[in-house]
């Protein structure tokens, strides 16, 4: 394995706050929701209990020229749309194909695809259903167009571990660069889940919040009175070069990848460890490849769902690697801004833990009420200044499955 530093030299992110990662990023620390009250009337035809997500603010399908749109599920394009505005954001590199790669993650795929070509067997029958239904459904697509449309031939992976995907995305780019493998890496992950299955869905589990008359306040991590997430969808996406040759092109370096861990807890299909074993060890596995320790670290992106037992579980695995001084590091949990998009949801804060350390301050959470003291995290309504001196930030994702994943950015 290469001991080169890999570097960040272009994001992009397509959200509920906005679509461009300067617009969500400017959105985020003016303490802006993305969610809303549904206006489709599918939510009142099936008598959803949960009328509200965190819809993505620019249809990808509205900046994406219409025959691109059209071959592509929501999920793929909000993938491409987020591409596009990193690989440009990196200064488009130029890169032998067999050199670029692609790692890139959802957590469901292409459900509206799979689920409109259902309705239309059902309705109109088989001669109906478009033929290009299964490349557009396949878990894989993103990836694959992302490879088609830059041309990557080094590879194009795709994983799929719910809501750590694309926070694993991102370490095995890092990983497959350090292996060599590749001089540059489009990494991140995508969702377009919010449809009426599985707001169904999460919702018999228990698992969305019933705020349907307050759904800008309703994703509230580490409140008291938390209970559930809101359903989010998206892209983030990270150019990840070797500093190598992300300096011999003369490229902007945002942030260098230090470190990456994944691992998986073995407890529960949907209940993470209550004890936080598998998640510390992830922690511990970032900060070890990031050859960091546990008093380095400045700042950390929360996974923070705004579950009555995600956000307290959460925070005994972090005092299990911070100790006490977990109460002192500036947390952010941005899925009270966002809603949790899932598969999306780790690269999108991938992006703006890169911003945050670019631009010395943690972003709010907002709707905190009275906090829970069972999760007693350093939270601000308001940024919170990381002040000056090297920064060292960690993003968590853990997912259904028993899957946990953290990566580890720090400023050049």
């Known amino acids: 394995m290469s001991t080169s530093r890999i570097v960040v030299t272009g994001i992009g992110a397509s959200t509920p706050l906005a679509g461009t990662a300067p617009e969500s990023w400017s959105a985020l620390l003016s303490g802006a929701s993305g969610a809303h009250t549904l206006p489709y009337d599918w939510v009142e035809k099936y008598q959803l209990p949960v009328t509200f997500a965190a819809e993505g603010a620019v249809r990808p399908d509205s900046v994406l020229e219409r025959p691109v749109a059209k071959r592509l599920d929501p999920a793929s394009q909000y993938a491409l749309v987020a591409a596009l505005e990193a690989w440009a954001d990196a200064g488009s590199p130029e890169v032998d194909p067999e050199r670029l790669g692609v790692d890139f993650a959802t957590g469901i795929g292409g459900v509206w695809t799979l689920l409109d070509a259902w309705d239309t067997l059902r309705e109109k029958g088989p001669r109906r259903v478009m033929p290009m239904t299964v490349p557009m459904l396949m878990p894989n697509a993103a990836a694959g167009n992302l490879s088609l449309h830059f041309g990557a031939r080094a590879y194009a992976r795709t994983v799929a571990s719910a809501c750590a995907s694309s926070t694993e995305s991102i370490v095995n780019a890092l990983e497959h660069l350090r292996d060599g493998l590749a001089d540059v890496v489009i990494a991140g992950g995508t969702e377009s889940a919010i449809h009426p299955i599985t707001l169904a869905a ?43 040759h992300a300096k011999a092109r003369g490229a902007k370096i945002y ?13 529960h299909i949907t209940a993470n460890d209550p004890e936080g074993h598998g998640a510390a060890r992830a922690v511990r596995m970032a900060l070890q490849t990031a050859d960091a320790s546990p008093d380095d670290v400045t700042h950390i992106n929360a996974h923070a769902t705004s579950t009555p037992v995600g956000d307290p579980n959460e925070y005994q695995a972090l005092k299990q690697v911070f100790g006490d001084r977990i109460d002192e590091i500036p947390v952010s949990a941005t899925k009270a801004s966002t809603g949790h998009l899932l598969g999306g949801t780790g690269a999108v804060e991938a992006v703006f833990t890169i911003q945050a350390i670019t631009a010395r301050q943690a972003p709010p959470t907002i709707n905190l009420t009275t906090q829970d003291p069972e999760v007693p995290f350093r939270l601000s309504g308001s940024p919170i200044p990381l002040g000056p001196g090297p920064q060292l930030a960690i993003s968590n994702s853990f997912g259904f499955g028993g899957h946990n994943a953290v990566v580890a950015f720090a400023t050049p």
């Not at 942030?255 to 407890?267: I, K, L, N």
């Open 255 to 267: 942030a260098v990848v230090a470190g990456g861990g994944v691992t998986a807890d073995s407890y």
């Open 202 to 244: 999460f919702a018999s589990m228990q698992a969305l919040s019933r705020r349907n008359d307050d759904p800008e306040h309703a994703s509230r991590p580490a409140s008291v009175d938390r209970d559930g997430f809101v359903m989010g969808e998206g892209a983030g996406v990270l150019i990840l070069e070797t500093e190598e």
